[in-house]
C-alpha cells in the first residue's frame, strides 16, 4: 500500500519535521527502491515542501545516510551516537573489558537493525556515486569515534603495545559492523547472543593484554543464551 500523504502545515518543530521526512523516506525507499523514490516524493508523504527536504537533508544520498543511522538508533530523533548514555559510560569507563563488553552490545543491536536495509543501501551503493561518497564518510565518522574509544583504553595500560590505537581501531571497524553481523548470524544461523560473545571475546584477545578480561566469551558456546545474555557478563563499574 502506497505510503499515505500528507497535507503541508507549517510551524512545525524542526525536529518532527525531520522525523516525518525520515519516516517517509524509510517507507518510500522499502516500497520503491532508492533510484525511483524521488525527493519530490518524500516531499509530499512527508507532508512539507521539497525545499524543506532539501534544506534538512541537501542531497537524497544524505537522506539515505540519516535513514540508516535513525532506524539504527531506533528513534529518528536520537542523539548523536557519541550522546547517548552507553557511548558516554564507554569512554567514561576505566575498565577496558566494560569498554569493550558496552560497545560489542550495544553496536550489535544498532547493526541488528540496521541489517534490513542494506539490500537497499547496497542497490543504492552500485547505481550512485554520491551514495558512496556520503557511505565511505560515514565510515571514516565511525573509525574517528572506534579510535577515540580505543585511546581511552589505551589510557589503561593494556592495550597490546604491538596493536595500538589506530590499528585496534582498525580491528574493531572490521568486525563490528553490518558484514559480519550478517555472515555469522543470517549465513551461518548463528544467534545473535552468541556472535556478541564471539565477538567480545575476539576482541578482547585482540586488543588486550592475555588475562585482562577472563569473563570475555562466556557465552559463547550457547546456542540458546538468553537475549542479554553479554549485559550480565558485563563487569558492573562502581555507581554505574
Known amino acids: 500500500m502506497a505510503p499515505v500523504r500528507r497535507q503541508p502545515t507549517r510551524r512545525r518543530d524542526p525536529r518532527e519535521t525531520r522525523r516525518r521526512i525520515v519516516e517517509a523516506a524509510v517507507g518510500l525507499f522499502e516500497a520503491n527502491g532508492y533510484p525511483r523514490t524521488t525527493m519530490?516524493?518524500?516531499?509530499?508523504?512527508?507532508?512539507?515542501?521539497?525545499?524543506?527536504?532539501?534544506?534538512?537533508?541537501?542531497?537524497?544520498?544524505?537522506?539515505?545516510?540519516?535513514?540508516?543511522?535513525?532506524?539504527?538508533?531506533?528513534?529518528?530523533?536520537?542523539?548523536?551516537?557519541?550522546?547517548?548514555?552507553?557511548?558516554?559510560?564507554?569512554m567514561s569507563a576505566t575498565d577496558p573489558c566494560r569498554q569493550i563488553?558496552?560497545?560489542?552490545?550495544?553496536?550489535?543491536?544498532?547493526?541488528?537493525?540496521?541489517?534490513?536495509?542494506?539490500?537497499?543501501?547496497?542497490?543504492?551503493?552500485?547505481?550512485?556515486?554520491?551514495?558512496?561518497?556520503?557511505w565511505r564518510a560515514k565510515g571514516d565518522a565511525r573509525r574517528d569515534g572506534l579510535r577515540d574509544l580505543l585511546e581511552v583504553v589505551a589510557r589503561s595500560g593494556v592495550l597490546r603495545p604491538e596493536v595500538g590505537v589506530d590499528r585496534g581501531a582498525d580491528i574493531v571497524?572490521?568486525?563490528?559492523?553490518?558484514?559480519?553481523?550478517?555472515?555469522?548470524?543470517?549465513?551461518?544461523?548463528?544467534?545473535?547472543?552468541?556472535?556478541?560473545?564471539?565477538?567480545?571475546?575476539?576482541?578482547?584477545?585482540?586488543?588486550?593484554?592475555?588475562?585482562?578480561?577472563?569473563?570475555?566469551?562466556t557465552a559463547r558456546d550457547e546456542a540458546s543464551s538468553p537475549p542479554g545474555a553479554l549485559r550480565s557478563a558485563i563487569p558492573r563499574s562502581g555507581g554505574s
Open 40 to 90: 519530490a516524493d518524500i516531499a509530499g508523504v512527508a507532508g512539507v515542501a521539497i525545499q524543506t527536504v532539501y534544506f534538512s537533508f541537501h542531497t537524497k544520498a544524505e537522506l539515505l545516510m540519516e535513514c540508516v543511522l535513525a532506524v539504527g538508533a531506533d528513534d529518528p530523533a536520537a542523539p548523536h551516537h557519541r550522546d547517548r548514555p552507553w557511548m558516554r559510560e564507554a
Open 101 to 134: 563488553a558496552l560497545l560489542v552490545d550495544n553496536g550489535t543491536d544498532i547493526f541488528a537493525r540496521i541489517s534490513p536495509l542494506m539490500d537497499l543501501v547496497g542497490a543504492a551503493l552500485a547505481t550512485d556515486a554520491s551514495v558512496r561518497a556520503v
Open 173 to 217: 571497524f572490521g568486525l563490528l559492523g553490518p558484514e559480519m553481523l550478517n555472515l555469522l548470524t543470517v549465513e551461518c544461523s548463528w544467534p545473535i547472543e552468541r556472535y556478541k560473545a564471539w565477538l567480545n571475546e575476539t576482541l578482547c584477545q585482540q586488543l588486550l593484554l592475555p588475562g585482562t578480561c577472563p569473563h570475555a566469551g
